[in-house]
């Protein structure tokens, strides 16, 4: 998770209390009567209590909890599908709480996409008019939002299933209509509500990687809605644990299941399998340095000081691991291809139980590579063995 990025939705002070008479009740909550106590002595719901979080632009925010934690409540404050009882709803700064009608249905229009858990695909329409939708109702005519529609469901691996309807397609297909649906408008935040849940195991773990690919090239700001932690650590930048309506915790995947902060997240976590559950990206070291050239000479200068060893690339892409040991046996016009170790790379959406053999196979960080070869980080073999240790 890059700590740099900068915040982009805000939530502070956020209360929802179900019934007729909210705003009496809201002192009794803020003074600490519990949620049996509430709903006994005035017959009125908490749904949620007092919650500040953040989310950064770019990385996918997980609210996690069990049924009845809130979680679903609390997603659908961040476009107000429900206003909240007290607290503020900041996107970039502004309270969108403040918005009139208008402006808010512009806001739902053009910043914010959803996907639901059972699709919400419309039957009587076509997959292309599906996917297509959200542009028509911002006033834009096929003829202009055809191109796009037709580009996304490519993206999601449909191309060709344009004239199709919902009904002919299987429950993974029309997730992914869904999906494109969603990308289409071009809004910068995804709003994701149990997203993949109906699907079968595999077609969600199908999904769920073909998430993580999107969004290496996409960088939206995503908040994905799950009661499944294996789904959480997976996918999340951060993780949100909700219970009862408050907000447990807040961190990264590793930060949940290492440093979990009450017996209930501890719980949660004790019987993850680490190594099926968690990703490279969760525990990968960003740095993008590397020797580019063809011979010792084009990459002498530029060995790092500090490292035994790196990784170099050459016109073709990525080569192979250089040691410093060995550039320093090598004359100017030595030729780096005679020198390098073949260390194979690895993607940040790969499972730690697949690089596992890899890391074991040599003594070098393994590179991380995007899905166009660039190099996005390294995988070092002590932070793979700290968060695999029980």
């Known amino acids: 998770m890059d700590n740099t990025r900068e915040t982009l939705i805000e939530i502070e002070g956020l209360y929802q209390i179900f019934g007729p008479d909210a705003k009496n009740v809201l002192p009794k909550v803020k003074a600490g009567a519990s949620k049996e106590e509430i709903l006994a002595e005035t017959g009125h719901t908490i749904g949620l209590q007092d919650i500040n979080l953040n989310v950064k632009r770019g990385e996918i925010f997980v609210i996690m909890g069990l049924s009845g934690s809130g979680k679903s409540t609390l997603i659908r404050h961040f476009n107000r599908l429900i206003d909240p009882t007290a607290g503020k709803i900041k996107v970039e700064g502004d309270d969108i709480m403040e918005l009139p009608v208008k402006e808010l249905t512009t806001f739902r229009r053009h910043k914010m996409a959803m996907v639901f858990q059972h699709f919400g695909l419309m039957p009587h329409r076509c997959v292309l008019d599906n996917v297509g939708y959200g542009l028509l109702i911002k006033g834009e005519k096929k003829a202009e939002w055809r191109p796009k529609a037709v580009s996304w469901l490519e993206t999601v691996g449909l191309a060709g299933y344009e004239d ?73 930048d951060r993780i949100a644990v909700l219970k009862d309506g408050k907000l447990v915790q807040v961190g990264t995947p590793v930060d949940i299941v290492l440093k979990p902060t009450d017996d209930y997240v501890r719980a949660f976590a004790k019987d993850v399998n680490r190594a099926r559950a968690l990703t490279v990206q969760t525990i990968m070291t960003p740095d993008t340095s590397k020797l580019e050239g063809n011979t010792a000479k084009d990459v002498r200068s530029h060995f790092p000081s500090d490292k035994s060893h790196a990784f170099v690339f050459n016109d073709e892409g990525y080569q192979g691991v250089l040691t410093k040991a060995q550039l320093d046996d090598m004359q100017d016009d030595d030729l780096l291809k005679e020198a390098l170790i073949k260390v194979k790379t690895v993607r940040r959406t790969n499972l730690l139980q697949d690089v596992i053999p890899l890391s074991l196979n040599t003594r070098f960080d393994l590179p991380v590579v995007n899905k166009a070869g660039e190099l996005k980080g390294r995988l070092e073999a002590s932070k793979l063995a700290d968060v695999l240790s029980p």
Not at 165 to 191: K, M, N
């Open 164 to 236: 199709q309807y919902p009904s002919q397609l299987s429950g993974g297909q029309q997730q992914r209509v869904g999906l494109a649906r969603a990308l289409c408008t071009d809004a910068e935040i995804l709003l994701m509500d149990e997203a993949f849940s109906a699907l079968d195991p595999l077609i969600r773990s199908e999904m769920q990687e073909q998430l993580m690919e999107l969004q290496e090239n996409l960088q939206k700001t995503i908040i994905f809605i799950t009661h499944d932690l294996d789904e959480a650590l997976r996918l999340g």
